[in-house]
């Protein structure tokens, strides 16, 4: 093991987490809809381009038709903001919050530079949500609503993330866990 790996204890134990992310599928699926949240960014774009340019939103068959009958205060909605508001949360009540914008691992591997974390962040971000778009759904969508449901589609895509999650953390962290 390297002396530079910092071991960080959980807030909660994995089987806490496992069990209150079903125990919030039993009840999003008895009270609204399955869980998933990308499908929501389309029909913001498509709400706001309707508002700010409709000749423009009425030109694009994807986004007429993700905004259409669509309203913002909607389920998915709350529960996209819900995401950032409960990490937030999250790293608060744990006294985990950080302002630090480059990660120490990512600094030592990539480099210290701030501007160069957001871009790659925001790279990342871009195309993991038009590959959800894509693909149909997202991690949510897919790891929780749809594996809960034994979908095909959806057992192929959280085998192909976790292969491409154990891959990439391989290149950033190197060797780790084989000595």
Known sequence: MRNDVVHVVPAIPWWAGGLGI???????????????????????????????????????????????????LNYEFFFVLGIPLGAFLASWVTQRFSTRLVPSEWGRRVGPI??????????????????????GGC???????????LAVS?????????????????????DWGTR
């Not at 959806?154 to 190197?174: E, K």
């Open 22 to 72: 079903g125990i919030v599928l039993i009840l999003a699926v008895a009270l609204a809809q399955p869980i998933g949240v990308s499908t929501q960014y389309a029909v913001l774009d498509g709400v706001l381009l309707h508002h700010v340019l409709p000749d423009v939103a009425e030109r694009s068959p994807y986004l007429a038709d993700a905004a259409a009958g669509w309203t913002l």
């Open 114 to 135: 701030p501007g160069r974390r957001l871009v790659w962040s925001f790279i990342g971000g871009f195309t993991l949500l038009f590959g959800a778009r894509f693909g």
């Open 139 to 149: 991690t949510s969508g897919h790891m929780i609503s749809g594996v809960s449901q």
């Open 154 to 174: 959806s057992l192929i895509f959280s085998a192909s993330v976790f292969v491409s999650a154990i891959i990439m953390a391989r290149w950033l962290y190197g």
